[in-house]
């Protein structure tokens, strides 16, 4: 019993490590891309609002409204022409992208300027739809920074000129939980770029329309 219990704990220790250095190569791999300041960040094609929880009144959770504010703010001082909407629509009741929608063109955002992704159920498959689907060459993400480094790891790998733009108001009140959730992610992240999962759907291309 005192082999098998040590055998465990090797393989759990070798386990442990391996995802701490698969964060921590991600967030190397990924760091020169990322903006905290809108003003320093590149003109891209498109901003990218990555879906998030839906309060049940429909209004924006709070991340999700960080993450809108910062792209409504980039749209306004001329970063990108286009606003991409992406989130989980698997069912009626659930709806990431069309309340995100109504609050952009509440902050005064055209709508002929907003893209809605509905089949963005994971951010592999974001990326993945962004480039096959609406065509996009380069984004600037829109998140909070413990979610950032995963988000462009896949658009990077994807083959996306992707840079990342925080959208933390607060950092100190984003729980442990997200961080050690991020790095078993990571770990996903890894396995599906090296798969090269295809998404659950793709279907026809609708191209947004520019250039950079």
Do not use: C
């Not at 759990?12 to 020169?32: D, E, Y």
């Not at 703010?73 to 989980?88: F, N, P």
């Not at 991020?182 to 520019?210: C, T």
């Amino acid at each position: 019993m005192k082999k098998v219990f040590r055998f465990i704990i090797i393989v759990l220790g070798v386990l442990l490590v391996a995802i701490i250095l698969t964060s921590l190569i991600i967030k190397l791999k990924t760091n020169q891309y990322i903006y905290r300041d809108l003003k320093q960040a590149p003109k891209t094609q498109v901003a990218v609002i990555l879906g998030a929880a839906i309060l049940k009144n429909n209004n924006l959770s709070s991340i999700l409204r960080e993450r809108a504010d910062r792209a409504i703010a980039l749209y306004q001082v001329g970063k990108m022409e286009k606003i991409l909407v992406t989130g989980d629509n698997s069912t009626l009741a659930h709806n990431e992208v069309n309340p995100v929608r109504l609050y952009l063109l509440e902050n005064n955002i055209p709508n002929q300027d907003i893209f809605l992704d509905y089949a963005g159920f994971d951010t592999y498959s974001s990326m993945y739809r962004a480039r096959d689907i609406f065509l996009v060459d380069s984004m600037i993400v829109v998140s909070q920074s413990f979610h950032l480094p995963r988000a462009l790891f896949i658009a990077r790998a994807l083959g996306i000129k992707a840079y990342g733009l925080e959208a933390d108001q607060n950092q100190s009140r984003y729980l442990l939980k997200n961080y050690v959730r991020e790095m078993l992610a990571n770990v996903k992240a890894v396995f599906d770029v090296v798969s090269q999962r295809e998404p659950k759907y793709l279907g026809d291309e609708i191209p947004l329309g520019i250039t950079i």
